[in-house]
């Protein structure tokens, strides 16, 4: 189904004034158009991309977001995207909280190869190590250190041995993988987290002095997560097709679940990364991979990775902002499949 035509390209894939978006380069940080009417506009999208922010700007899962970014495409780039509102564009850099969790696993499966990876590293990675964070205060001191990170004023992460073998949703478990294998690495400057881990991803994403916190501390727009997610659908990545492995699962009232805080039915942890799915004819079905963020940074590829998508936000306060988005992103991708905006 084409949804970028050439003849209106300059209207359907280019007009930030409308808030539309496409058919550019995965890594084109594309520019806000001027002058554009909104009765041109409306005529100029396709009913699936008028269907997609009708839902966007009205769907009950979407109006009490604020301003946000959307944007969804294939292994080739953008299909489409649309800004809410204003202020959020595809470029505009934004904490993206547990977000960072996916990255820098990417990272690491990539530095070590997943086959060299130990039963051990694998636990910190789906987050039944038994390694928890005491407090959730995040690195963000200028010159901290990923080990400095672990001081009694940070993270003081700890051992659990009643939690080693149970999931526990806790940033502690990469915690102590990175005290392990970058610990002298710094949030900014020479030899920060950002020079370790963008050349192992082919990434630009920015540095901050929070970066030292690997499990939620990391900075980026929906144009730089983008990069990340086109590697994932192209196997790029030595986690390409490592999705699905070493899940467990991630669910209130699932086996060996201590804490999780999915509150949308069954669910599984990855490596990094939750694993959605939904019961198709009384079986539980994948349906695809995230890693929401805790201020509304909600990245997402489907099962079979030929589909990606992201919703950028930052509301830092307010409960529950990556479910919220998740469900608001998951409806506009409904609208735009379909062709009809969602209530």
């Known amino acids: 189904m084409k949804r970028c035509g050439t003849t209106r390209f300059i209207w359907a894939c280019s007009m930030w004034a409308l808030g539309s978006v496409g058919c550019g380069s995965p890594e084109d940080a594309l520019d806000p158009g001027e002058g554009v009417a909104w009765e041109t506009s409306r005529a100029a999208l396709t009913v699936y991309e008028q269907a997609a922010l009708d839902t966007a700007q009205s769907a009950a899962s979407c109006k009490p977001l604020g301003n946000f970014y959307w944007e969804i495409g294939n292994a080739s780039g953008p299909l489409h995207g ?9 470029t505009t850099v934004m904490p993206i909280a547990s977000a960072s969790k996916w990255l820098y696993v990417g990272a690491y499966v990539q530095s070590k190869g997943y086959a060299n990876l130990t039963p051990d590293e694998k636990k910190r990675l789906n987050f039944t190590s038994g390694y928890i964070d005491e407090n959730s205060t995040l690195c963000d001191a200028a010159g901290t250190t990923v080990s400095a990170c672990y001081g009694a004023a940070y993270k003081d992460v700890s051992y659990r041995p009643l939690q080693n073998g149970r999931y526990f949703y806790n940033g502690g478990h990469m915690q102590k993988l990175a005290l392990d294998d970058i610990g002298a690495r710094r949030g900014t400057g020479l030899a920060s987290v950002m020079d370790w881990l963008n050349p192992l991803l082919g990434t630009t994403f920015p540095e901050s002095d929070s970066d030292v916190a690997v499990a939620g501390g990391f900075s980026g727009s929906a144009a730089q997560y983008r990069v990340f997610l086109l590697k994932l659908l192209n196997n790029q990545y030595a ?6 492995v070493d899940s467990v699962p991630a669910w209130p009232g699932g086996a060996n679940v201590s804490f999780t805080p999915w509150t949308a039915g069954e669910a599984y942890y990855g490596l990094g990364h939750w694993i959605e799915g939904e019961n198709v004819n009384g079986t539980w079905t994948v349906t695809g991979h995230s890693s929401a963020g805790a201020f509304g940074f909600y990245p997402w590829v489907n099962a079979a990775r030929t589909r990606y998508m992201v919703l950028a936000r930052n509301r830092q306060i307010g409960n529950e902002e990556g479910e919220k988005s998740r469900a608001c992103a998951q409806t506009v991708r409904k609208a735009y499949e ?3 905006a969602q209530p």
């Open 338 to 340: 379909t062709g009809v």
């Open 82 to 90: 649309l800004s809410k509102g204003s202020g959020v564009t595809a």
């Open 239 to 244: 986690l390409s097709s490592k999705l699905t």
